[in-house]
């Protein structure tokens, strides 16, 4: 069989939708890696470190939201109209951030940002899953990944010497004008793409997505007071009450079987959400843990972020390369084991007679991990999806990944909020322990992935999957 080549993603017919995706996720990485790095400097101008967790899970909860619209319209109406209200959205949160005179102002623009970022990956996901051929998607996704590169090498730098010398408001302000840019560049080519040619359109629903994203909120501030002696009647209540309202949602927007890792497409969309929880769980106290705890500035911390960044995009090339000749399952499993090794190491590292540059380099192999593992369980949902539903696919798996992430920086956050003041090290030695912990119960479900490349054909990737259809 003949391998794919790079030249086909940019002969005509690719080229406007490659270069469209690849500077719209470069904006998203540079606004998502500016504020991993500046945010402990915020947090602590604005007196809000116990509120520190929900800067980042209030952006992924209200992506539910952007996913769940983004998938239905892109199959109903082609990506063009979501796409461009995403990026309003995303605009309008970054001005919010950016004006904020408080944490809860902040966190409330964070909100609105998530809104218009969820549909990004949407957008780009059911694209390529409509319009290239399975062989040629592991090479897309891979060059989505390099996307990441310029960000990952100079935005930690660039945000953290923005934030010295402007203040860190810029570091929000000054990517508005980037995103009317790179909008412009896109839009053509997912006007050309137009709706599914299937009639069968994602019926995910929206009331679904408000009730999945108001259920996690419940229970992650139920989470964050229950550490309180005061707070456990209350905080019970909480988590009760978001579990009633947020799991059946939940169950109606994923494959059926989703939440038990039933054998195939379920369990594949679950494991992203179990990745995405183990590494995001961890990444997202990464800086905390090298800035408030070991006393470093925010230009160290930005090199872990940077290794990391550029690993995945190495891991990224490496899956595409052995797409043809690993298992998918073989490329999750090796990229899972490298991620908790790189969590086991930034554990080590809240230890004050373990350097700090051990801590970042054990990161960077998590980035690594996170490059093998990501794309694979993306690349086996796009083969199992149905004609004219690679939207809904698209946003179950997306969605799995967004509530992972912010369930497991919001656990993280309920820890480190609790441990405040002085026992910032067990707050923190906690959350990377929850996140190792969903990482090994992750490595368990990929034993009930589907059979196969992800070069494969889909029909093949199927039957693996569900043996009874042959």
Excluded at 98 to 114: D, K, P, W
Excluded at 246 to 252: D, E, K, M, T
Excluded at 403 to 425: C, D, E, F, H, K
């Amino acid at each position: 069989m003949t391998q794919p080549s790079m030249r086909q993603l940019w002969e005509p017919q690719n080229r406007a939708l490659s270069v469209g995706l690849v500077l719209t996720i470069t904006v998203v990485a540079s606004e998502s890696l500016a504020v991993i790095t500046v945010m402990p400097v915020a947090a602590r101008d604005l007196d809000g470190i116990g509120l520190y967790g929900w800067v980042f899970s209030a952006f992924m909860l209200t992506s539910v939201i952007g996913i769940v619209a983004a998938g239905r319209e892109a199959d109903r109406r082609g990506p063009a109209v979501p796409f461009g209200a995403g990026l309003v959205l995303f605009g309008t949160g970054l001005l919010m951030a950016g004006l904020a005179t408080s944490m809860v102002m902040l966190i409330a623009g964070r909100a609105i940002q998530g809104l218009g970022a969820g549909v990004v990956p949407s957008v780009a996901y059911s694209s390529i899953g409509r319009s290239l051929p399975a062989p040629l998607r592991a090479r897309m996704i891979a060059l989505i990944s390099t996307a990441w590169i310029a960000p990952g090498l100079a935005g930690p730098a660039v945000s953290a010497a923005v934030a010295r010398a402007f203040g860190w408001r810029f570091v929000f302000l000054g990517l508005v004008p980037v995103v009317a840019i790179t909008g412009s560049i896109a839009m053509p080519a997912l006007v050309r793409l137009g709706k599914a040619a299937a009639s069968e359109a994602s019926q995910h629903r929206l009331l679904d997505a408000v009730r999945a994203c108001a259920g996690t909120a419940l229970v992650l501030t139920g989470l964050t007071i229950g550490f309180r002696p005061e707070g456990i009647v209350a905080a019970g209540a909480l988590v009760a009450g978001g579990a009633i309202v947020g799991v059946p949602a939940v169950r109606r927007l994923v494959p059926p079987g989703t939440l038990t890792a039933r054998r195939g497409l379920p369990a594949t969309v679950l494991s992203r959400g179990l990745l995405t929880f183990a590494f995001f769980g961890a990444d997202g106290y990464v800086t905390l843990s090298v800035t408030a705890l070991r006393h470093n500035s925010p230009l160290v911390a930005g090199l872990a972020v940077s290794g990391a960044t550029v690993a995945w995009t190495a891991g990224a090339w490496t899956q595409a390369r052995l797409s043809g000749s690993w298992q998918a399952r073989r490329l999750i499993r090796t990229g899972l084991a490298l991620v908790l090794a790189g969590i086991g190491g930034m554990t080590a590292m809240l230890l004050p007679e373990v350097p700090v540059a051990e801590g970042i380099a054990a990161w960077t192999v998590a980035g690594f991990g996170m490059g093998l593992a990501y794309s694979p369980i993306l690349l086996l949902v796009l083969l199992q999806a149905p004609a004219g539903r690679e939207g809904r696919e698209s946003a179950s798996v997306n969605l799995a990944e967004v509530l992972g992430t912010a369930v497991g920086i919001g656990i993280g956050g309920a820890a480190v909020a609790a441990s405040v003041p002085g026992r910032l090290q067990l707050g923190l030695a906690a959350a990377f322990g929850i996140a190792g912990g969903v990482g090994v119960l992750a490595l368990l479900t990929v034993r009930r992935l589907p059979a196969g490349t992800t070069s494969g054909s889909p029909a093949a990737v199927q039957q693996a999957a569900d043996p009874d259809r042959g």
